[in-house]
């Protein structure tokens, strides 16, 4: 399986930003992602706020790509999850 993630950031500033990206393994992606190791998301405490499954990495990979490309698609997905 393969995993589209996105990651609340929230910096010191308090000002709330995300990260979107995809593994093969989300939870030690997550650790990677919480331990510091992963320079966008240093220092900024994220915290996985949705994922999705996909069964090829192909398929993971064009979904990623869609969330940062088509911003209509990244702003519905974030209204979904907001709605939770």
């Known amino acids: 399986m393969y995993y589209v993630y996105i990651l609340e950031l929230n910096d010191k500033n308090k000002s709330k930003k995300f990260y979107i990206g995809y593994s093969s ?50 702003v519905g997905l974030l209204k979904r999850i907001d709605k939770k």
């Not at 650790?31 to 240093?42: A, I, L």
């Not at 949705?50 to 069964?55: C, G, L, P």
């Open 25 to 74: 393994d989300l939870k030690r992606r997550l650790f990677e992602h919480k331990s510091g190791n992963v320079f966008s998301t240093k220092d900024k405490k994220p915290e996985l706020i949705y994922y999705e499954a996909y069964a090829s990495i192909e398929l993971a990979r064009e979904r990623e790509r869609n969330l940062k490309k088509f911003g209509s698609a990244y």
